[in-house]
């Protein structure tokens, strides 16, 4: 082969190597402009998407009243949307079903679990998509926009049960077992509080010295004698115990007191001791007694009936004599008299009282109205008392003439 043919096929290479790499060169430069151009659109599409995102995320869903979970639950279905319901009301165009559907998808871009990995995204789409199949469902939505203001109508159709629910079940055993015991230890505590008030009541008249006027009885004047008896005796033993032994001390000088303060000091020695006697009594009559098992609630509960039919005997047999005309016997003056007074009266009452009491008829209102006054006029003291006496004397002379 010549150099001249040497030289042309070297240069024919030398062509062809530069053929090569300047198109190389284009097919590396129109790789590199798309995926520029493809990681710019990338881009553009996640800042569109974090736009929609924070928008979306802080947009208030509105209220509805679907407490059975019927439509959007306690959400406004169009709000989910992004969609004010009343403000397209008041321009006149409700949105298309187009229009739906364009906010539907970019919201379900937005939230689609597989690109959004917030907390409650999930949830977010779900919603997102329950609103779109109620707003492209033509009956669902005609009948959502109506039950909006008619919540009625959607009770009627949904049912009412949707207001309550039904509670755990309880045994009914344990529950009754409960109460019982609760209602035991209530009647319990109040049969000693009625005791005890009495009580408090009698130690107070007895420490106190107070007369029938002020309230006194015979029971608390005889407690308040034993009660002196017992202090006395005390005061007698202290005596002979402060003497001195063998004569060698002398007595210690006895400050001059003044007869309100010897009052007060012999009723702060006698209270110790009338209280004490006092709490020895179990039962102070007309159901004032200290509890005991009759007073239980199982107890009173079974007893019931047989007071109830003992009181219907006890009256239909009244009834029968009354129509008969037959005497009042001395059952029924007694418990006729106890009826009028009440039975605190009648258990309080000596003896000499109650058979007082028998005689006056006291079922009869106007001579209850009567004994009642002569009480009161006995409770005052005896210059009351006679002036009551002297005023009734004179009220029998003037009905005689």
Same mark, same amino acid.
Request: some cysteine.
């Given at each position: 082969?010549?150099?001249?043919?040497? $030289?042309?096929?070297?240069?024919?290479?030398?062509?062809?190597?530069?053929?090569?790499? !300047?198109?190389?060169?284009?097919?590396?430069?129109? /790789?590199?402009?798309?995926?520029?151009?493809?990681?710019?659109?990338?881009?553009?599409?996640?800042? =569109?998407? %974090?736009?929609?995102?924070?928008?979306?995320?802080?947009?208030?869903?509105?209220?509805?009243?679907?407490?059975?979970?019927?439509?959007?639950?306690?959400?406004?279905?169009?709000?989910?949307?992004?969609?004010?319901?009343?403000?397209?009301?008041?321009?006149?165009?409700?949105?298309?079903?187009?229009?739906?559907?364009?906010?539907?998808?970019?919201?379900?871009?937005?939230?689609?679990?597989?690109?959004?990995?917030? #907390?409650?995204?999930?949830?977010?789409?779900?919603?997102?998509?329950? #609103?779109?199949?109620?707003?492209?469902?033509?009956?669902?939505?005609?009948?959502?926009?109506?039950? $909006?203001?008619?919540?009625?109508?959607?009770?009627?159709?949904?049912?009412?049960?949707?207001?309550?629910?039904?509670?755990? *079940?309880?045994?009914?055993?344990?529950?009754?077992?409960?109460?019982?015991?609760?209602?035991?230890?209530?009647?319990?505590?109040?049969?000693?509080?009625?005791?005890?008030?009495?009580?408090?009541?009698?130690?107070?008249?007895?420490?106190?010295?107070?007369?029938?006027? /002020?309230?006194?009885?015979?029971?608390?004047?005889?407690?308040?004698?034993?009660? !002196?008896?017992?202090?006395?005796?005390?005061?007698?033993?202290?005596? #002979?115990?402060?003497?001195?032994?063998?004569?060698?001390?002398?007595?210690?000088?006895?400050?001059?007191?003044?007869?309100? =303060?010897?009052?007060?000091?012999?009723?702060?020695?006698?209270?110790?001791?009338?209280?004490?006697?006092?709490?020895?009594?179990?039962?102070?009559?007309?159901?004032?007694? *200290?509890?005991?098992?009759?007073?239980?609630?199982?107890?009173?509960?079974?007893?019931?009936?047989?007071?109830?039919?003992?009181?219907?005997?006890?009256?239909? *047999?009244?009834?029968?004599?009354?129509? %008969?005309?037959?005497?009042?016997?001395?059952?029924?003056?007694?418990?006729?008299?106890?009826?009028?007074?009440?039975?605190?009266?009648? =258990? %309080?009452?000596?003896?000499?009282?109650?058979? /007082?009491?028998?005689?006056?008829?006291?079922?009869?209102?106007?001579?209850?109205?009567?004994?009642?006054?002569?009480?009161? #006029?006995?409770?005052?003291?005896?210059?009351?008392?006679?002036?009551? !006496?002297?005023?009734?004397? *004179?009220?029998?002379?003037?009905?005689?003439?």
């Amino acid at each position: 082969m010549s150099l001249a043919k040497m $030289r042309r096929a070297a240069m024919l290479l030398l062509l062809c190597a530069l053929v090569v790499g !300047l198109c190389h060169g284009e097919e590396t430069s129109a /790789e590199a402009a798309a995926t520029e151009t493809q990681d710019l659109k990338e881009k553009e599409e996640a800042e =569109e998407q %974090a736009r929609l995102y924070e928008a979306t995320r802080t947009m208030d869903w509105g209220s509805y009243y679907d407490p059975k979970g019927e439509f959007c639950g306690s959400y406004d279905c169009y709000k989910i949307l992004g969609i004010d319901y009343y403000e397209t009301m008041e321009n006149g165009a409700m949105p298309s079903r187009s229009e739906i559907t364009k906010r539907y998808r970019k919201l379900s871009r937005a939230w689609h679990p597989d690109k959004n990995r917030m #907390a409650g995204a999930k949830a977010r789409f779900v919603k997102i998509n329950k #609103a779109y199949s109620i707003l492209t469902d033509d009956e669902k939505r005609k009948e959502y926009d109506y039950l $909006r203001d008619h919540h009625d109508e959607y009770l009627k159709k949904y049912g009412s049960s949707v207001l309550w629910s039904y509670a755990p *079940k309880s045994d009914t055993n344990f529950v009754v077992f409960l109460l019982f015991a609760v209602g035991t230890a209530f009647t319990w505590f109040v049969q000693g509080h009625k005791w005890q008030t009495v009580a408090d009541r009698l130690v107070k008249a007895a420490v106190e010295d107070w007369s029938v006027r /002020e309230g006194g009885s015979s029971e608390s004047m005889e407690i308040r004698a034993k009660a !002196l008896e017992i202090l006395a005796e005390q005061q007698t033993n202290e005596a #002979a115990l402060n003497q001195t032994d063998g004569g060698k001390a002398a007595e210690k000088k006895k400050r001059k007191v003044s007869a309100k =303060e010897r009052k007060l000091q012999e009723q702060e020695d006698l209270r110790p001791i009338v209280a004490e006697m006092v709490a020895e009594i179990n039962d102070f009559g007309a159901g004032f007694h *200290k509890p005991t098992w009759r007073d239980l609630l199982v107890v009173k509960i079974a007893k019931m009936p047989f007071a109830i039919c003992s009181s219907l005997a006890w009256n239909t *047999k009244y009834a029968m004599r009354r129509l %008969a005309k037959k005497e009042l016997n001395e059952e029924e003056r007694q418990v006729l008299t106890t009826r009028a007074v009440g039975t605190i009266a009648w =258990e %309080a009452a000596a003896d000499e009282d109650r058979q /007082e009491m028998l005689t006056r008829d006291l079922w009869v209102s106007a001579n209850l109205e009567d004994w009642r006054s002569y009480q009161e #006029a006995k409770q005052a003291g005896s210059a009351e008392f006679k002036k009551y !006496l002297k005023m009734r004397k *004179k009220q029998g002379s003037v009905k005689s003439d």
